[in-house]
Nanobody, 123 residues
Framework: QVQLVESGGGLVQAGDSLRLSCAAS????????MGWFRQAPGKEREFVSA????????YYTDSVKGRFTISRDNAKSTVYLQMNSLKPEDTAVYYC????????????????WGQGTQVTVSS
């Protein structure tokens, strides 16, 4: 069992930055891939970024490349999503998730999810 708790969301203006955190606990989460997804009102949940905990290999959706950075801190068992140059279209609930196997891009491959944190970017 893996427990995930997100934090760091908020209301910001376009061009601002936010850092989301995902605190992980439980058994063997260090063998998981950790992902960030987001869901805007009326839209499907979409992949944003992922990191392989052991290798630090990272993945990003095209719309956030160059603006978002995913990282992890072993000592704190925490995954971060640094979001810079935020745009109104980044507005969504952001979810942290853990995957044991499969493509990191697909929601169906994630076994555990956090409760989500709201990010709102005003223009």
């Amino acid at each position: 069992q893996v427990q995930l708790v997100e934090s760091g969301g908020g209301l910001v203006q376009a061009g601002d930055s936010l850092r989301l955190s995902c605190a992980a606990s439980g058994r063997a989460f260090s063998s998981y891939a950790m992902g960030w997804f987001r869901q805007a009102p009326g839209k499907e949940r979409e992949f944003v970024s992922a990191i392989i905990w052991s290798s630090r290999r990272t993945y990003y959706t095209d719309s956030v490349k160059g603006r978002f950075t995913i990282s992890r801190d072993n000592a704190k068992s925490t995954v971060y999503l640094q979001m810079n140059s935020l745009k109104p279209e980044d507005t969504a609930v952001y979810y942290c998730a853990a995957s044991r196997s499969g493509s990191v891009y697909l929601t169906k491959n994630y076994d555990y999810w956090g409760q989500g944190t709201q990010v709102t970017v005003s223009s």
